[in-house]
């Protein structure tokens, strides 16, 4: 039996991540930033338009939106649903900045959600960042993030929080992404069922209702989703069912209860490919994968209750929840059997009060939250037969020798608290912090190797210092430092590339330091709201994937990096160009580079630094008009450009390699989508119909990659043109 502990804190000294090399080049970064800021300032001051007021809670509070030390964005129901497929969430966050949501076209392994860069080390799911529905973590205890219960058609609201925020959350170094559920209707009950068609057999099916009374209102989701995908082997069924209610207690207590469950009897997985088969053949899938069945069947159980009570300057938020998911999901070259539970507490107490005579909040709380693995990997002999339906893949695939069989915990409590001070009426300042202690505890039940069971420690303290002013009466400007961690996921620590048990002792979290300055604000004479945001972050061992040299394996590995740094940009415009016109820009840019990782190669060790974070784009650029028509039709228009990345570490062949650099590179690509639609009156009800068009001009490229995959298997091809069409009745 080992017992390894550590300690994780934010370096700050010469050889870990400097504020002063942070610091470098901001002071003329600053000065053309503001200057910028307070020229439009100085246009804006007019009482004649209403801007509007948004509110974001996934600050653990209700914050405005404008006057926020931190990037912020939301996304509301018409641009979440309206003619969207509702298969991904790409489709919400195509225009919000700093964020890529890659669509894999591989329900499987899930879209590839990165903000800042920060999340592109998944080889499934998400990570580096907190997701929440309707107030209940989607993120377990070890930072893991599966998207499967999410339902787009009865998502009202996504809040988006770009940067650092383990000062709230602990294991979020990306950044929170809060999605909500458009709330229920107080009066009769409604129900409105729709249906939504399309290329490669999407269908998509979908009944909710909602009703109630001034004090308790409910609204349910039920839906089915099928679909033969674009790439062979690539058939999928999800389904799933969520209810949520809001009871009103008293007048200053609210109950809200939270259901999910979710249902995937199969989920096939076509794996990546080379450039030469992703240009070639984009529809292939390795006779190898198929052969080995790679797959996945997933169910899981969310719930949980939050209690609110607001009164006399004083909040307090106390929810409960819990998560059972089991999973059977053939790779090639192994089969992995999890069963999770997981569950936990998070408390949140606010209270407003005034200290000689300066308004102040305080801030405090506790998240108590844990999570229980068992784990039990085979070898994958493949399918029992070649004739396999879709729907039989998973169950067809022959369990091999066991190779390991373990428990694993994980346990964090953390206490937090933050404070907004105000000594001006334009001015806030907010001071945050939160302290993380990490147990993680494998229990080895596969003892012929020897006992590789293990606990580890991880500690973290996670400070943060924001401030915003008020710069004219529609202008507001930012700047804030804040710090976060990543701990690496259960099952990042359970493969170890030596195959052996317990988790991996050579694995540390990644730590992270970020300077920010940003604006945002109305420009009256062109009704135009605009939001900018620089940053610079710095990353300490930085967590990367990796595959060994195995043919017949596609088990990913993690190792650390030591250091990195990211420096990067983005922008919003959003203006009502005419009465009828809505018009859109999202801009975002970033430089995301090794500053010291070394790798051992056959030539010997060889320094990275300078090097480009593999699967992260540099720049991406969304750009879209909304019109609305005559006779309640509208119509939409969209072109997104995503400029080019590199796959792996290398930036190019490794040493001794004679492929070409371009086998290396996932080339830029621009897409064009239209949708439109219209209202109807049919008998009783009132038909909402649509149809879109993505990719209009059948563009060739890979939506994705797989960093650092073995064989230059990197690319993951995206569709060509595909249409989709729907109908609601209301």
Known sequence: MSNWSGLTTVPLGDDGLSVKRLLR??????????????????????????APITVITATRDHDLAD?????????????????????????ALRHVPGVIASNRHNLSQGERL?????????????????????????????????????????????EVLRGPSSSLYGNAGGGVVAIHSAPGSAGAWHVRPGLIIGSDALW????????????????ANVRRLQLDGFRHHSEAVVQGASIIGHHQLAS???????????????????????RQDAETRPRYSRGFVVAQGASKVARQIQGGVTLRHEARQRRTELTLYAVDRSLDNPIPGAIIDLNRASGGLRATHSHDHAVQGIPVRW??????????????????????????????????????ALVLDQEERVRNVAPFTSIDIRPMPELLLTLGGRLDRYTLEADDALLADGDQSGTRTLSQL??????????????????????????????????????????????????????????????????????VALYRMAVEDMLLPFQVDNPESEVIYFRNAGRAQSVGAEATLRTQATENVDLRLSATWLDFTFDDYVVVTDDGPLQLSGNELPGVPPAHIALSANIDLPRATWAEIETEWTDGYWANDFNGPPPGSTAVARDFFNDGYATVAVRLGGAVNLARYRAQLFAGVDNLLDKRYNGSVTPNAFGNRFFEPAAGRTWHAGITLE
């Open 25 to 50: 080049p901001f002071p003329s970064v600053a000065a053309a930033v503001m200057m910028s800021v307070l020229s439009l300032s100085a246009q804006s001051d007019s009482t004649d338009y209403a």
């Open 67 to 91: 006057e926020l030390p931190a990037a912020a964005t939301t996304v509301d129901l018409r641009d979440i649903q309206r003619g969207e497929k509702l298969v991904s969430l790409d489709e």
């Open 114 to 158: 990165t903000v800042r860069g920060i999340g592109a080390r998944a080889a499934f799911g998400v990570r580096g960042l907190k997701v929440l529905l309707d107030g209940i973590p989607l993120t377990t205890p070890d930072g893991q993030t599966q998207l499967g219960n999410v339902d787009l058609s009865a998502a009202g609201r996504i």
């Open 204 to 219: 998509r099916s979908q009944i909710h209702i909602d009703g109630g009374n001034s004090k308790h209102r409910f609204s």
């Open 252 to 274: 200053t207590w609210q109950l809200v209860s939270v259901l999910n469950i979710y249902d995937a009897p199969y989920l096939l997985n076509p794996s990546s490919m080379s």
């Open 363 to 400: 801030q405090f709380g506790l998240d108590v939250e844990a999570q229980s693995d068992e784990r039990t990997e085979f070898d994958n002999e493949g399918l029992s037969r070649t004739d396999v339906d879709a729907a039989d893949v998973p169950d067809a695939v022959v369990r091999g």
């Open 462 to 531: 996670s400070p943060s210092l924001a401030t915003s002013y008020r710069l004219g009466d529609l202008t507001w400007g930012y700047a804030s430092i804040g710090t976060a961690f990543q701990t690496p996921t259960t099952t990042e620590l359970s493969n170890r590339p030596d195959g052996s048990g317990g988790f991996n002792p050579n694995l540390d979290p990644e730590s992270i330091v970020s300077l920010e300055l940003g604006a945002r604000g109305y420009w009256l004479p062109a009704r135009l709201a605009w939001d």
